[in-house]
């Protein structure tokens, strides 16, 4: 009898899914805004940006985030503009080391920041907005915006990278200013009060004298005379008249009162001449003679 062995070989061979590409999120704040910015003043100005990325694939499904946030330009603009066009630059930085600079509106070549977030989970990625400081700069709110994007590598699953997201930056620039006398015989409270001895008066003499003025915004000033315009020894006596000239206009120092400056103050700065000319007295009795000139500058 002829048997006949039929061996049925089976083969399979397994095929694995393809791999699920990372599902990323990328949330910002609202804004990121630095406060009290003074633009007559150096060193610089951080304001923490916190980003949020979520994996939104399932734990046993997905794939990890690996790839970096990338911020880029939202537009031409590569600067915070002011109300009156007014531009300050800034960075954004490590929020650990303002000098590792991870975006520079500038420079179209960025580090970004590193980021692996595994299936179903979030990490916050910080830095910071930094500007330095003593930049020319009216007063007033300056605002731009940039993009945050989560970037995959370069050899991972297609389709990892997110939409990129609006991050809006800001500085609000405080009205400032400085004053101070020159030529003036003492000076206290940083250059703000200055004492002149004429010593002996004299009949028609003058003073030459400065103000200077550095500000970012319009500047109110006000004036007034202890003795209303008069040199004198004591409260009753009748006392020597005198002119005070600012940039070469008479002052009213009967009473308190607005001045006109003839130019804007800028933040570079401007010296406005000021003199005390003496009156032609005549017999004026001996004895020591002063009074207290206030000048109340505020800007805007």
């Known amino acids: 009898m002829t048997k006949l062995r039929i061996i049925l070989a089976l083969a399979c061979v397994a095929v694995a899914s393809p791999a699920v590409a990372c599902d990323p999120v ?22 923490p940006l916190e980003i949020e990325v979520t994996n939104n694939n399932e734990p046993s499904e997905g794939s990890a985030c690996v790839g970096r946030i990338q911020f880029s330009n939202n537009g031409s603009n590569t600067q915070l503009t002011g109300p009156t066009g007014d531009r300050l630059n800034f960075l ?47 007063s007033g709110s300056y605002t ?39 030529g003036t015989d003492t000076l206290s409270g940083n250059g703000r009060n200055g004492g002149i ?29 202890a003795y209303n315009g008069r040199l004198k020894r ?24 607005d001045l006109e400056l003839p130019t804007a103050i800028t933040p570079g700065g401007r010296t406005n001449p000021l003199s005390i000319q003496i009156s032609n007295f005549v017999n004026a009795p001996a004895g020591d003679y002063g009074d207290v000139i206030t000048f109340r500058i505020t800007a805007r």
Not at 161 to 175: I, K, N, Q, Y
């Open 92 to 138: 954004i930085v490590d929020a650990d080391n303002v000098s590792n600079v991870l975006f520079n509106p500038l420079n179209p070549v960025q580090s970004g920041i590193s980021i692996n977030i595994p299936p179903g989970k979030s990490r916050s990625v910080k830095a910071k907005l930094y500007v330095i400081g003593g930049q020319s700069a009216a």
């Open 26 to 47: 990328v949330v910002v704040p609202a804004e990121t805004r630095i406060d009290n910015y003074n633009s007559l003043t150096g060193g610089f100005y951080t304001e």
């Open 144 to 182: 731009n915006s940039i993009t945050a994007q989560f970037v995959g590598r370069p050899n991972g699953p297609p389709g990892e990278s997110s939409p990129p997201v609006s991050v809006a930056l800001a500085a609000s620039v405080l009205a400032v200013l400085q004053a101070n006398f020159v």
């Open 234 to 257: 004591s409260e009753t006596d009748q006392g020597i008249g005198y002119l005070v000239l600012l940039n070469g206009n008479s002052l009213d120092l009967a009473t308190a009162g």
């Open 197 to 225: 001895n004429l010593g002996e008066i004299l009949p028609g003499m003058r003073r030459d004298l400065g103000m200077q003025l550095r500000s970012n915004a319009p500047v109110d000033v006000t004036v007034s005379s």
